[in-house]
């Protein structure tokens, strides 16, 4: 049965920088992404890659502060996130999926396999 385990959250001052760790267990996935939902917000996608990282995509609003990478021999996706902002404040959850997405990407109920959230929260 697959499973997704993330860390790395926690409480950072603006400017500063996390790294997201999210363990995959199970099947072997091409798909991994990440998305986020901040207070009174919908879940929106951050970024997303497949295994061997030919695609990458990030929503712009992270685009050259986020990066999210795969380490295809222990199984974990990270997000090294720099320069955080308050706005970036939200619950982090990692997705994977076992068929490449493509330009699907962005569609979460394409991803069958999700991570508990962590919190990352950016103070001013």
């Known amino acids: 049965q697959a499973q997704l385990v993330e860390s790395g959250g926690g409480l950072v001052q603006a400017g500063g920088s996390l790294k997201l760790s999210c363990v995959a267990s199970g099947p072997v996935f091409e798909s991994y992404a990440w998305f986020r939902q901040g207070p009174r917000k919908e879940r929106e996608i951050v970024a997303a890659?497949?295994?061997?990282?030919?695609?990458?995509y990030y929503t712009g609003a992270v685009k050259d502060r986020f990066f999210i990478s795969v380490d295809r021999a222990k199984n974990i996706l990270y997000l090294q996130m720099n320069n955080l902002r308050p706005e970036d404040t939200a619950v982090y959850y990692c997705?994977?999926?076992?068929?490449?997405?493509?330009?699907?990407?962005?569609?979460?109920?394409?991803?069958?396999?999700w991570g508990q959230g962590t919190q990352v929260t950016v103070s001013s």
């Open positions: 997705a994977a999926s076992e068929y490449f997405l493509g330009s699907y990407y962005s569609d979460q109920g394409r991803y069958s396999n």
């Open positions: 890659t497949d295994k061997s990282a030919v695609t990458v």
